[in-house]
């Protein structure tokens, strides 16, 4: 079965940090492209960052300069570090990883359960 585990939110004060860490696990053969991407109350989920297979990265222009995306093959696994946070980002942030299962030639888009970041003095 496979999976997409987030970690790492919680409550921090404006203009503090959290690093959120996202790790596949399962039948996997390749992880393609991924992404961090953010739902507040009442608001449509949105993207917030983005990574390709090779490390090329995108960022919505709300968290340019503040967030980084980067990833770890090996480790199969996503980060998010998020810096000079501001109540603003108050979200579910989820995961999503687009992988090549093993044994199958077909790219599919798998989502995480999503990890709580509450952004308040």
């Known amino acids: 079965q496979v999976q997409l585990v987030e970690s790492g939110g919680g409550l921090v004060q404006p203009g503090g940090s959290l690093r959120l860490s996202c790790v596949a696990s399962?039948?996997?053969?390749?992880?393609?492209?991924m992404g961090w991407y953010r739902q507040a109350p009442g608001k449509q989920r949105e993207l917030v960052a983005h990574i390709t297979s090779i490390g090329t990265t995108n960022y919505e222009n709300f968290v340019a300069g503040r967030f980084t995306i980067s990833r770890d093959n090996a480790k199969m696994t996503v980060y998010l570090q998020m810096n000079s946070l501001k109540p603003e980002d108050t979200a579910v942030y989820y995961c999503?990883?687009?992988?090549?299962?093993?044994?199958?030639?077909?790219?599919?888009?798998?989502w995480g359960q999503g990890t709580q970041v509450t952004v308040s003095s």
């Open positions: 399962g039948s996997i053969s390749n992880i393609e492209a």
């Open positions: 999503n990883g687009h992988l090549k299962l093993k044994g199958r030639p077909t790219v599919y888009s798998y």
